[in-house]
């Protein structure tokens, strides 16, 4: 059964940094590409960084430059990395592979305020 555990959100104050961490269990890690989600209330789940299997990484233009994707094959995990954090960036995040379709996990609330 496959699973996506996320965690290390909480409450950052806008321009403050978090990292972001999910560990998958049940798949093939290494052999699919993974994605950071993200749903803000009232809006759709939206895919805001991925990262293939060989390494290369894409963004949605909205966290360009401020955040970061990356894997470790090895622990079967996939890490976002937050920087320069927004009040619009506050959403539950959630990990998954866009080439599965899984179901998905709980997710990780970041809230960002002053």
């Known amino acids: 059964q496959v699973q996506f555990v996320e965690s290390g959100g909480g409450l950052v104050q806008p321009g403050g940094s978090l990292k972001l961490s999910c560990a998958a269990s049940?798949?093939?890690?290494?052999?699919?590409?993974m994605g950071w989600y993200r749903q803000a209330p009232g809006k759709q789940r939206e895919l805001v960084a991925a990262?293939?299997?060989?390494?290369?990484?894409s963004y949605v233009d909205s966290v360009k430059g401020r955040f970061t994707i990356s894997r470790d094959n090895a622990k079967n995990t996939v890490y976002l990395q937050m920087t320069s954090l927004k009040p619009e960036d506050t959403a539950v995040y959630y990990c998954?592979?866009?080439?599965?379709?899984?179901?998905w996990g709980q997710g990780t609330q970041v809230t960002v305020s002053s």
């Open positions: 049940g798949i093939g890690f290494s052999f699919y590409a």
């Open positions: 990262i293939a299997v060989g390494g290369s990484t």
């Open positions: 998954n592979s866009p080439t599965l379709g899984a179901g």
